[in-house]
């Protein structure tokens, strides 16, 4: 019988890519990592990595045992859900990874209702877009990510991952000054703030101003939604704001109401849809539960569209 404790490195290592990576994740040595996946090689009688350059990449039999590996975390999480299940009161830790806007205007509501209904629930959040949140979720270090999705931008969808809608967040263009409804080329003539290239915001983005005949003067770049709202309130550039961002409060010293003008986006581009996500079998566990509902309870109390 395979030692699973050696299958799960394997599987760390095909997420994390490098052995120094899952020694550092792991707590491990990186001659640790390679001495106990040298032995499950020697289990398995088969060669499980191959060098390429300076790093090493699973074999086809190797692949082959990272998936039935994830079968097993699979299992394990489920059993974790089910012992939760059984126990009158939420207790442990969650660990929740949220995008920006969400971690400031959903995220404090919600550990606010968690702390309420359930004190013995530690719930640990970090701050971390998306793009690095999803394949951390994969690699187990958080147990919820909060994440977004652009109109045009769905990717594919992992079969090991659950994902549950959360709320449909509006985008509108805020723009200084006076814009020709007629001529929408004109804001081609605006210095424009956009987040950072090759984010999926940066890509929506950009697609928007195309398809209106122009490519943006992008001047400011900023993965902080709060640098573009003030660059928008000083009049210094156009920007997309989503609604979101009028529901952090004080919590982010962003006003509850627009402070610039807004204009709405064509049908089927305004508006981004906010989901939460656990890797699959998680999604029966009570604190996973608890924590979809108080996001979901902030959200309808700031009258984001579900």
Do not use: N
Request: aromatic share 4%; with cysteine; proline share 8%.
């Amino acid at each position: 019988m395979y030692d699973l404790r050696r299958l799960r490195l394997l599987r760390e290592l095909k997420h994390r890519g490098t052995l120094a990576a899952v020694a550092a994740a792991l707590s491990y040595s990186p001659s640790s990592v390679s001495q106990q996946l040298a032995q499950l090689e020697a289990e398995v009688g088969v060669p499980l990595l191959e060098p390429v350059g300076r790093r090493v990449r699973l074999t086809a039999q190797a692949e082959i045992l990272v998936a039935h590996t994830e079968a097993l975390l699979e299992r394990m999480e489920r059993a974790e859900a089910d012992i939760a299940a059984s126990l009158a009161e939420l207790t442990g830790t969650l660990r929740v990874a949220a995008f920006q806007t969400a971690a400031l205007a959903l995220v404090p509501a919600a550990l606010a209702a968690l702390r309420a209904a359930h004190p013995r629930l530690r719930v640990h959040v970090t701050q971390l877009e998306p793009e690095a949140a999803l394949p951390a979720l994969l690699a187990r270090d958080f147990d919820l990510v909060v994440a977004e999705e652009y109109p045009g931008g769905a990717g594919p969808r992992s079969d090991v991952l659950e994902r549950e809608e959360l709320c449909r967040d509006p985008l509108r263009l805020a723009v200084p000054g006076p814009v020709d409804d007629q001529d929408p080329r004109s804001l081609a003539e605006r210095p424009w703030v956009m987040e950072p290239e090759g984010t999926a915001a940066r890509r929506w983005a950009t697609t928007v101003c195309r398809e209106a005949g122009f490519e943006p003067d992008v001047r400011y770049e900023s993965a902080d939604l709060l640098v573009h709202l003030r660059l928008a309130e000083r009049g210094l550039a156009a920007a997309f704001l989503p609604d979101l961002v009028w529901g952090a409060g004080p919590f982010s010293a962003a006003p509850a109401t627009p402070t610039v003008a807004l204009r709405d986006l064509p049908p089927g581009l305004g508006a981004r849809r906010i989901f939460t996500v656990v890797r699959r079998g998680g999604g029966g566990r009570p604190a996973v539960r608890a924590a979809r509902h108080a996001l979901r309870e902030a959200a309808d109390r700031g009258s984001l569209l579900p």
